[in-house]
């Protein structure tokens, strides 16, 4: 079967792309290569001389679901049938987004940084690990070269995340940090062992949907 997907995350995963999105029905979907939740190659996210963003529209071939215990919404996708449809506009897509912005995940009900990866295994079926979350003034910042935060409240929630998408192209000739009303694409990463530490999920800023 053929989707299109309306991209709302293109970020960076050990070398890969990690592509999310709503498809036609609303429903988050993030197409991986394999079972395991690979990335989709940054070659195969490039339309031109850009990466894919948010709002784009891409189509592919599903062949199965893939869920993770902590990522519900993986779909294995046959890669050579990934194609570039258009790049959407806002106003057409507000129905959609506006639904998703409704939906408030278990794992963003509180604004932590990170997840024990013991207790997400104890939260039962598959974890939904996207969400969009409205704010209205994303600040996007650079505290190390190469690394970019968001910080935003979405109603009286104060988040400060990693911000994943290097390749957005409102990150050239950044000329101030508020960058306004938003759609946070937030996502739950695979877990992560720091310094022999209890594995952890961070929460990442996959995606930002500006919303003026």
């Not at 779909?75 to 506006?98: C, K, M, P, T, Y």
């Amino acid at each position: 079967m053929r989707q299109e997907l309306l991209v709302l995350a293109n970020s960076r995963k050990y070398g890969a792309r990690c592509v999310a999105g709503l498809d036609p029905d609303g429903n988050w979907v993030r197409p991986v290569a394999a079972r395991s939740g690979a990335g989709i190659p940054s070659s195969l996210t490039r339309v031109g001389t850009r990466s894919l963003q948010p709002l784009d529209v891409v189509s592919y071939k599903l062949i199965e679901h893939a869920p993770l215990p902590y990522q519900s919404e993986n779909w294995v996708i046959d890669l050579d049938s990934l194609r570039f449809v258009r790049s959407a506009a806002l106003n057409e897509e507000q129905d959609r987004l506006s639904a998703a912005s409704l939906s408030r995940p278990e794992f963003v009900q509180d604004t932590a940084p990170t997840l024990m990866a013991d207790a997400v295994a104890g939260m039962g079926p598959p974890l939904a690990s996207l969400a969009l979350l409205p704010t209205n003034n994303v600040r996007v910042v650079e505290p190390e070269p190469g690394h970019w935060r968001a910080a935003f409240f979405s109603g009286d929630d104060p988040w400060s995340l990693p911000f994943t998408d290097e390749l957005w192209p409102n990150l050239e000739n950044l000329t101030s940090p508020d960058m306004g009303s938003a759609l946070v694409c937030v996502s739950l990463a695979e877990p992560y062992e720091p310094h022999g530490n209890s594995p952890r999920h961070y929460k990442l800023a996959a995606g930002i949907v500006l919303t003026p």
